[in-house]
């Protein structure tokens, strides 16, 4: 199905199903245990032996010796793996470094072996005897000392131009009268899923299955039989759980091939999971950024000059953190900057993590509106408001699809109570406690891609669809089937899914906030086909049937699908494909973030006290869930906001806090209250869904409504995240 012009009134606009609080279909396997996992595929493998991966202890070299001797002899050792024993190896499109390292080193606990056992204690024991002198050589590991070497990357059809210009900003921010000149950072961040990367793989002949966690079926597919260099017909991936992954499951890991390597070698199935160290170290990690924004207005609050600048780091070969992105859509001004520069740096992998992009560069966009609301003497939620466009800034015949800001920010600050903030920092006591207020802007832009699903119907009248999309938590499963159920006219009782499988037809896979939009559009082009092929089979046009309560109505007479569907059934498949409305309006989402924090006033100890979320985003598919997203998200703000960063060893470049000891992340009990609140909203321009992505949404600003509500409580401007006691001390009120 080609969606290329808006649209119009169609099957789903009848919202039985779909826009209802549904609970979740996976939700009871889920809770009592059934679900299956990567790594507990036991019925398809039960013989599978173990395989512990072996990191690199350097950063930056080349392996000199190996000796696997001791190992090799170890009980039940059945192979080892190395980069010598497994030959040629090429490389995935998405992997920036070598899955398997040697002898040269690319990062800190790159993959250098695998040790295959019969049990995982075995397998543990063994690898401890792998016995690695390496040579050194020096690395760069720091981003503020690479700066100046850092370069503009090669634009991609996801980043867009590392640079861009509109009118004269360095003449318009020197002429404006009021100026904001700042610098901000953020850390490198780890994804700390509860599920590590894991991985089982079995080969049968020359074909390959490996049961895996990951989001993104067909980029795996691909990426594994470039990898082993043999044909994609002979990988199969199977993911249909997926215990977290935000981002850093997008593309196969070290798990996966060297799972695929060990099973080659043993001879019999494999199975590997990534020690939490290795999830730190050796996938993919959020990169820190350093962020310089300008911001020039006129004394009554309006932008006449904006500029942001970013730098972040990847090894060689890498792509930039996208953190200025937003600010070339979020805010008016005619004059208007922005800059990403790469710099090369010796550690493990930066990449996609929730809200890529757009999370940093929020964290620093959001402060520097509110530092400039200060300084103009202005409420910030008023000095957005007053800089809302309705067109691209940089393209103003482009308008946007829906963008509703404003409403989001006005609703926000009345349902929180923003009247009831002090507009001075350190005004407001409660015992002990300096309380305050923080508000920030959401923005998350709509990403629209291909899309595809199988659909069957059968002679009990139920329909199943099938789908390589992924489940990652957000509830996909669900919304999947409430959009078969809409289409098709049955009750959701009646539909069956089945995702994470490259045996079915390629989706949009989860990620960036686009996998429930175009999931769904490409299982409903899947359904529109289907009733073509029942109505064919009646004789009758497909606009004069009428799919309601498991019936076909047509000739004014009902007949039930079971019936049509008959013995043999009937099978339909499609997909979405986008023509070039999102080049015709910018499509986002948008929203704003209201929050209220005590500070300690003699310890500097930050609590989030509330949480407030209005978001605009297109129609919502399941309320529920997509709530569920929106404060999983707040929460992760929280973590990037107050505790989330990796701590670098610039001395020997490694993530030192590589476990869920050492770094920190909030969960719910952190924060007593959170609220979201979805604006009624269909997007036309979006697909026939009329729906938008908004899991990553809850994600955009949030940080920074935390830091701006710190600010609010105490006085003290923290413009490095994150917010810690140390930042804070000094700058705190005198305790009377």
């Known amino acids: 199905m080609k969606f290329d012009t808006p649209a119009t009134t169609n099957p789903i606009d009848q919202l039985k199903i779909i826009g209802k609080p549904t609970d979740r279909i996976d939700?009871?396997?889920?809770?009592?245990?059934?679900?299956?996992?990567?790594?507990?595929?036991?019925?398809?493998?039960?013989?599978?032996?173990?395989?512990?991966?072996?990191?690199?202890?350097?950063?930056?070299?080349?392996?000199?010796?190996?000796?696997?001797?001791?190992?090799?002899?170890?009980?039940?050792?059945?192979?080892?793996?190395?980069?010598?024993?497994?030959?040629?190896?090429?490389?995935?499109?998405?992997?920036?470094a070598k899955l398997l390292g040697g002898p040269e080193i690319d990062h800190y606990h790159q993959a250098v072996a695998l040790v295959v056992?019969?049990?995982?204690?075995?397998?543990?024991?063994?690898?401890?005897?792998?016995?690695?002198?390496?040579?050194?050589?020096?690395?760069?590991?720091?981003?503020?000392?690479?700066?100046?070497?850092?370069?503009?990357?090669?634009?991609?059809?996801?980043?867009?131009?590392?640079?861009?210009?509109?009118?004269?900003?360095?003449?318009?921010?020197?002429?404006?009268?009021?100026?904001?000149?700042?610098?901000?950072?953020?850390?490198?961040?780890?994804?700390?899923?509860?599920?590590?990367?894991?991985?089982?793989?079995?080969?049968?002949?020359?074909?390959?299955?490996?049961?895996?966690?990951?989001?993104?079926?067909?980029?795996?597919?691909?990426?594994?039989?470039?990898?082993?260099?043999?044909?994609?017909?002979?990988?199969?991936?199977?993911?249909?759980?997926?215990?977290?992954?935000?981002?850093?499951?997008?593309?196969?890991?070290?798990?996966?091939?060297?799972?695929?390597?060990?099973?080659?070698?043993?001879?019999?199935?494999?199975?590997?999971?990534?020690?939490?160290?290795?999830?730190?170290?050796?996938?993919?990690?959020?990169?820190?950024?350093?962020?310089?924004?300008?911001?020039?207005?006129?004394?009554?609050?309006?932008?006449?000059a904006i500029a942001h600048e970013g730098w972040s780091g990847d090894l060689p070969g890498g792509q930039a953190e996208t953190a200025v992105n937003q600010t070339r859509l979020l805010y008016a001004g005619a004059n208007r900057l922005t800059t990403t520069r790469l710099a090369v740096l010796d550690l493990p992998e930066g990449n996609a993590m929730r809200a890529p992009g757009e999370a940093p560069g929020m964290m620093a966009l959001e402060i520097a509106m509110d530092e400039m609301a200060h300084k103009l003497g202005l409420d910030p939620v008023e000095f957005r408001v007053r800089n809302d466009t309705q067109v691209d800034p940089e393209q103003p015949q482009r308008p946007y699809s829906q963008r509703r800001l404003v409403e989001c920010l006005r609703t926000g600050a009345?349902?929180?109570?923003?009247?009831?903030?002090?507009?001075?920092?350190?005004?407001?006591?409660?015992?002990?406690?300096?309380?305050?207020?923080?508000?920030?802007?959401?923005?998350r832009n709509n990403l629209l891609t291909k899309s595809a699903a199988r659909v069957r119907l059968d002679?009990?009248?139920?329909?199943?669809?099938?789908?390589?999309?992924?489940?990652?938590?957000?509830?996909?499963?669900?919304?999947?089937?409430?959009?078969?159920?809409?289409?098709?006219?049955?009750?959701?009782?009646?539909?069956?899914?089945?995702?994470?499988?490259?045996?079915?037809?390629?989706?949009?896979?989860?990620?960036?906030?686009?996998?429930?939009?175009?999931?769904?559009?490409?299982?409903?082009?899947?359904?529109?086909?289907?009733?073509?092929?029942?109505?064919?089979?009646?004789?009758?046009?497909?606009?004069?049937?009428q799919f309601t309560n498991g019936m076909v109505h047509a000739s004014g007479r009902p007949v039930p699908l079971a019936q049509v569907a008959g013995a043999s059934g009937l099978v339909a498949e499609d997909g979405i494909e986008y023509g070039d409305l999102d080049k015709k309006y910018q499509q986002s989402t948008f929203g704003a973030h209201f929050v209220e924090v005590g500070v300690d006033a003699v310890t500097g100890e930050i609590r989030v006290r509330?949480?407030?979320?209005?978001?605009?985003?297109?129609?919502?598919?399941?309320?529920?869930?997509?709530?569920?997203?929106?404060?999983?998200?707040?929460t992760m703000g929280v973590g990037g906001a107050l505790m989330e960063a990796l701590a670098l060893d610039k001395r020997h470049g490694f993530f030192v806090n590589h476990d869920l000891a050492g770094y920190e992340v909030p969960v719910h009990a952190d924060i007593p209250h959170q609220d979201v609140i979805f604006l009624e909203e269909t997007d036309p321009i979006s697909s026939p869904m009329k729906a938008k992505g908004v899991g990553e949404l809850g994600m955009c600003g949030i940080a920074a409504a935390v830091a701006n509500a710190v600010y609010n409580a105490t006085g003290v401007r923290v413009r490095d995240y994150p917010i810690t006691l140390d930042k804070l001390l000094e700058g705190l009120p005198p305790v009377t």
């Open 27 to 96: 939700g009871p396997a889920k809770t009592t245990g059934t679900a299956r996992y990567a790594y507990e595929r036991h019925s398809e493998v039960p013989d599978a032996a173990y395989g512990w991966v072996v990191g690199a202890g350097i950063a930056k070299g080349r392996i000199a010796s190996m000796d696997l001797s001791a190992a090799r002899a170890a009980p039940g050792v059945r192979a080892i793996v190395t980069a010598r024993s497994a030959g040629p190896l090429g490389k995935g499109d998405f992997n920036t």
């Open 117 to 304: 056992a019969d049990t995982f204690e075995q397998a543990r024991a063994a690898a401890q005897l792998v016995r690695i002198d390496y040579t050194r050589l020096p690395g760069r590991f720091d981003l503020a000392a690479e700066m100046g070497a850092a370069k503009l990357p090669e634009p991609t059809p996801f980043a867009g131009p590392p640079e861009t210009k509109t009118g004269d900003f360095a003449g318009a921010f020197a002429a404006a009268p009021v100026q904001l000149d700042a610098t901000y950072t953020t850390p490198d961040e780890s994804h700390a899923m509860m599920e590590p990367h894991a991985s089982i793989a079995q080969w049968q002949g020359d074909k390959l299955t490996i049961w895996t966690s990951n989001q993104m079926i067909a980029w795996g597919v691909g990426d594994v039989a470039k990898t082993l260099g043999i044909p994609k017909a002979n990988v199969r991936l199977v993911s249909p759980f997926v215990g977290g992954g935000f981002g850093g499951k997008l593309f196969v890991r070290a798990d996966a091939l060297l799972a695929a390597l060990g099973a080659r070698e043993a001879g019999r199935p494999v199975k590997v999971a990534l020690q939490r160290p290795l999830v730190m170290n050796n996938t993919t990690h959020r990169p820190a950024t350093i962020q310089r924004i300008r911001i020039g207005a006129t004394r009554d609050g309006r932008i006449t």
């Open 610 to 634: 509330r949480m407030l979320a209005v978001c605009a985003a297109g129609r919502i598919l399941n309320p529920k869930s997509a709530r569920s997203q929106v404060i999983g998200a707040m």
């Open 414 to 443: 009345e349902r929180f109570g923003w009247r009831q903030r002090p507009p001075a920092p350190a005004q407001l006591r409660e015992g002990r406690w300096l309380v305050g207020m923080g508000v920030a802007a959401a923005f």
């Open 459 to 545: 002679s009990r009248g139920v329909v199943t669809v099938e789908t390589d999309m992924t489940d990652i938590g957000t509830g996909s499963y669900t919304i999947i089937a409430q959009t078969a159920a809409e289409a098709m006219g049955v009750s959701l009782d009646k539909v069956q899914v089945r995702l994470g499988d490259s045996a079915y037809p390629v989706s949009a896979g989860s990620g960036g906030q686009w996998g429930a939009n175009n999931s769904t559009a490409g299982v409903y082009a899947a359904c529109m086909k289907l009733r073509e092929a029942v109505a064919s089979k009646l004789g009758v046009a497909p606009a004069d049937a």
